[in-house]
């Protein structure tokens, strides 16, 4: 089973910036999707950035100009800036299937908190 370890959150204001680790224990080269979503509470998860292996990659309205994902061989970052409170939640990294279905269990996540 692919393991997934993410990293990187914490708390920090509004307009700050934090950089998202995410270990994968696969080489991720041949995976077409891979994304990060946002967990909270009493919602469904938010993916928040997607990244194709052919180079494109697909974001929401709400971190469009913000969030920035990129991809390496065993790893996916986000780096997140202009934080807002909005963002606040526990970060996840997954693969996706091209109908957006989730292929993974889901790692430990990491918590972002974003507040004055």
């Known amino acids: 089973q692919v393991q997934l370890v993410e990293s990187g959150g914490g708390s920090v204001q509004p307009g700050g910036s934090l950089r998202l680790s995410c270990e994968v224990s696969?080489?991720?080269?041949?995976?077409?999707?891979m994304a990060w979503y946002r967990k909270v509470p009493g919602k469904e998860p938010e993916l928040v950035a997607e990244?194709?292996?052919?180079?494109i990659r697909h974001y929401p309205p709400s971190v469009q100009g913000r969030f920035t994902i990129s991809r390496e061989r065993y790893a996916v970052y986000l780096d997140m800036n202009d934080l807002k409170t909005e963002d606040t939640g526990v970060y996840y990294c997954?693969?996706?299937?091209?109908?957006?279905?989730?292929?993974?269990?889901w790692g430990q996540g990491t918590p972002v908190t974003v507040s004055a």
């Open positions: 997954n693969r996706a299937t091209d109908s957006g279905r989730i292929v993974y269990a």
């Open positions: 990244a194709l292996n052919n180079g």
């Open positions: 696969e080489n991720i080269r041949s995976f077409w999707s």
